[in-house]
């Protein structure tokens, strides 16, 4: 998929600013056409300077993009005198170009954070990006078992491979969360992003796997018949989701080094700010408003060009508005705490709920959450 990236047009700062503005210092208004504009200089304001933001994607799924896509195409990030830049890199990339320092902050499932700062990365989760188990969807082809009952029965007479992304990623440990429930030994199969994921279930080369609602691959199998739902997360009363032990907490996170974030942290903090106002905005708007907005976005509308596409785009928003921006945002040490304890139930390998690496106070920084608060 063609890889694009999008930049919010930077404002001079708001009252409290002196004469500093974009570019060559001289007064300017947004013009409009996010798409053309140029990287502006740091712009100062009392002790801050802030600098433009580079910010990672996995894909154009809404659980990813919605929100800063709305800051950014609603002129929120501007209107903060913030410039930011949206990239989609392709699942599995986006971490480790922020790790390199190639980019500033991304999305990633909070059990990767231990892991990466065990690798001796010192990483700071800012935001809770995605929680409430995602009410993630299970599915099957559509010529599969179309029950659980006759799934585990054909699974333990035949086998299984379950399609994930990157191993100790968010859909490997479901896939553990999965054999764990059924008592099963679904083989874990990696077959890349998770787009190829749903083409290896739609194909049959996987019996099973695991998406969000929100994820448009999987909405436009699921329209075609080429898809079924297995198990629906969403469905709450139903006896194998409570075996799932799939719990309402963050999932998701937006992070970033450390030390990058703290260098920038004018920035980050008008990051945060930007994000609390989008998300109003996500929750308030109509889907087919959202949709219409995000796709003023040139790297949007690369990522949804069809008529088609739109229509996946505007059920994707719609899915995923109860799970995007997990309590507002906030990561509280109780929910972190209940978070690596419901990940440690997944049967990862050589995961430790208890391990210092991945201790609130050692992992999550809320200190940018509440200059942001205290901002607003």
Request: hydrophobic share 40%; charged share 20%; proline share 4%.
């Amino acid at each position: 998929m063609k890889r694009m990236m999008i930049h919010a047009a930077a404002l001079c700062l708001v009252a409290v600013a002196t004469t500093a503005c974009a570019g060559d210092g001289t007064t300017s208004e947004p013009t409009g056409d996010e798409t053309t504009s140029t990287p502006t200089e740091a712009v100062t304001t009392e002790s801050e300077e802030v600098v433009p933001l580079k910010v990672l994607v996995s894909s154009g799924n809404p659980q990813y993009i919605g929100t800063v896509g709305v800051g950014i195409a609603e002129g929120i990030f501007s209107d903060l005198g913030l410039e930011v830049e949206l990239e989609i890199a392709g699942s599995g990339q986006e971490t480790n170009l922020v790790i390199a320092g190639s980019a500033d902050l991304t999305i990633t499932g909070t059990a990767d954070l231990g892991s990466i700062e065990g690798q001796g990365k010192d990483v700071s989760a800012i935001w809770a990006a995605g929680g409430g188990g995602l009410g993630v969807i299970f599915l099957a082809p559509i010529d599969g078992p179309s029950t659980v009952d006759d799934f585990t029965a054909k699974a333990e007479q035949d086998g299984c491979r379950f399609a994930t992304t990157s191993p100790g990623s968010t859909t490997w440990q479901y896939g553990n969360a999965f054999n764990s429930a059924l008592g099963l030994e679904c083989e874990l199969v990696e077959f890349g992003g998770s787009s190829e994921v749903i083409s290896a279930i739609a194909a049959g080369r996987a019996d099973v796997g695991v998406s969000t609602p929100s994820n448009t691959a999987a909405n436009a199998a699921l329209d075609e018949g080429q898809l079924q739902i297995l198990i629906d997360t969403r469905e709450v009363d139903d006896p194998t989701v409570e075996a799932l032990g799939i719990s309402a907490t963050v999932d998701r996170v937006w992070m970033g080094l450390a030390d990058n974030l703290e260098a920038k942290k004018a920035s980050v903090r008008r990051f945060i700010e930007g994000l609390m106002l989008a998300g109003e905005i996500y929750q308030e708007r109509a889907p087919e408003e959202l949709a219409d907005l995000l796709l003023t976005l040139e790297v949007v509308q690369a990522e949804y060009p069809t008529p088609e596409d739109v229509e996946d785009l505007v059920q994707g928003i719609e899915s995923s508005k109860p799970y995007v921006d997990w309590n507002d945002g906030q990561i509280t040490p109780e929910e972190w705490d209940q978070t690596l304890e419901t990940i440690g139930t997944f049967g990862l390998e050589e995961f430790d709920p208890t391990d210092p690496a991945r201790a609130y106070d050692r992992v999550v920084d809320m200190s940018f959450y509440e200059a942001a608060a205290a901002a607003g």
